[in-house]
């Protein structure tokens, strides 16, 4: 697979590049420079195998020049050990459970799957890599988990101090051994900036062999897109092909949204997306306004989602090229605040005795809000509700039971390093480590 930077399609990789450097050299986001429309069989098929046969098939298509036969075949294997069920709370409003991995969160799939390409390139090419990663909550878990005793691969996770859940930050702050945790005074955004600036820091670049595992990283949108293909090719079978598909995205990087974008590319039969955003909602006043303002994030419920200046804008861009009409035909925007989000919340356990977590209650009123009479909605359920017993327990008592390996995390120590929001703090934070 050619890929090209989202800042000048001249700049280009091959993939294992791509996913080596993360960034582009001039600080842009990797594209692939074309996606192959898969058959019609293949949409009738899926619905009929496992995800990860799923997985396997995409990946034989998108990585054949980049991959052998038996490392596409081991990163799958690695990679896809749990599935993503399809539950309907109705005839019309469907849940794509994406919470099933370790960490149970959506990003696990990501994750899992660019620990495991990276783990093939070590191998092969024998050298030692460092990812440099930010989280707003459930990345850095997927990540830390992901990596966690990788040979060949030490990962730094920046996160804000103060703005994760309890227990998504326990996921990945008690791991140690490849796993650093750096605890930084200020926002997601300040993250986000300061992983941008270890990649222009000579320092750093001449001590490490950098990578990212956000989602600018695009070996974590691949595997994204599988998810979306195996669900709707499920709804398919099930429903048949006449009801138009509605898929209601939870969106605060716009990583999960872009593979979706990805996979329509490739022929994904849905009819339009929603970009689902709490307070945080530059994105749905760009597709109401025609005009992108980046704006400093406000903390919600949906802490994963506190993002004001999405990194994969850049690529929704890219692929509409920045036909703002193009783009606003096939994606809605909406947002919610937390009390519209509690209150979802309490209304789909009260009528359906099913309990979602904010960012899935976040989708649901975007669904809600779009569909029309005649249509199919799927929303995607990024994390379980147990990752947030704060709020779950506030809004409907005794609802919540606890997965086991979050019950394993009471007991688990944080290890952190306490950092500023500037690069020099990071700097030697990732440079003391050898």
């Known amino acids: 697979m ?9 700049v280009t990789a091959d993939f294992r590049t791509a996913v080596k450097q993360g ?11 074309s996606l192959p429309v898969l058959p019609d069989t293949f949409w009738v ?24 036969d038996a490392e596409r075949k081991e990163i799958v294997d690695r990679a896809f050990t749990f599935d993503a069920p399809v539950v309907s709370l109705d005839d019309t409003f469907h849940i794509l459970e994406l919470f099933h991995g370790p960490t149970l969160a959506f990003k696990d799939f990501g994750a899992r799957t660019m620990a495991a390409i990276l783990s093939v390139i070590a191998e092969k090419e024998g050298e030692k890599l460092t990812i440099v990663t930010a989280t707003s909550g459930d990345t850095g878990a997927a990540v830390a988990h992901g990596f966690h005793k990788t040979p060949g691969v030490e990962v730094f996770v920046l996160y804000p101090r103060g703005q994760v859940s309890p227990l998504q930050e326990k996921q990945f702050t008690t791991l140690g051994d490849n796993i650093i945790a750096l605890e930084v005074n200020g926002t997601f955004d300040d993250c986000q900036r300061l992983v941008k600036a270890c990649f222009s820091d000579d320092q ?7 990578s990212t595992a956000n989602s600018i990283n695009i070996a974590r949108l691949l595997p994204q897109m599988i998810y979306y293909m195996h669900a709707v090719s499920v709804l398919i079978a099930e429903k048949g092909s006449g009801n138009p598909i509605v898929c209601s995205v939870p969106s605060g990087n716009f990583g999960n949204l872009t593979a979706g974008l990805m996979a329509h590319r490739m022929g994904l039969p849905v009819d339009r997306f929603v970009a689902a955003t709490n307070c945080n909602h530059v994105v749905p006043d760009y597709l109401e306004e025609g005009e992108f303002i980046p704006k400093p994030s406000m903390r919600t419920l949906s802490n994963a989602m506190d993002v004001g200046n999405p990194s994969n804008f850049d690529r929704m861009q890219s692929l509409y090229n920045h036909d703002h009409e193009a783009m606003s035909r096939d994606i809605k925007g909406a947002w919610f605040d937390d009390f519209q989000t509690q209150s979802a919340i309490v209304d789909i356990w009260v009528k359906h005795g099913y309990l979602m977590d904010p960012h899935t209650a976040v989708g649901y009123l975007g669904c809600r809000e779009y569909l029309q009479e005649g249509e199919t909605g799927l929303v995607l359920a990024t994390a379980h509700p147990a990752k947030f017993p704060e709020s779950i327990e506030k809004f409907v008592p005794g609802a919540l039971e606890t997965p086991e390996q979050l019950k394993r995390l009471a007991d688990r120590d944080k290890k952190s390093i306490p950092v500023s929001a500037g690069i020099e703090s990071v700097r030697d934070a990732i440079l003391r480590v050898v």
């Open 2 to 10: 050619r890929l090209h930077s989202t800042s000048d399609n001249k």
């Open 23 to 33: 960034l582009a050299p001039d600080g842009g986001l990797y594209m692939p420079d």
């Open 45 to 68: 098929d899926a619905g009929k195998k496992d995800i990860a046969s799923v997985a396997q098939h995409v990946f034989d298509t998108l990585l054949k020049d980049d991959f052998s």
């Open 204 to 210: 750093i670049r001449a001590q490490k062999q950098l």
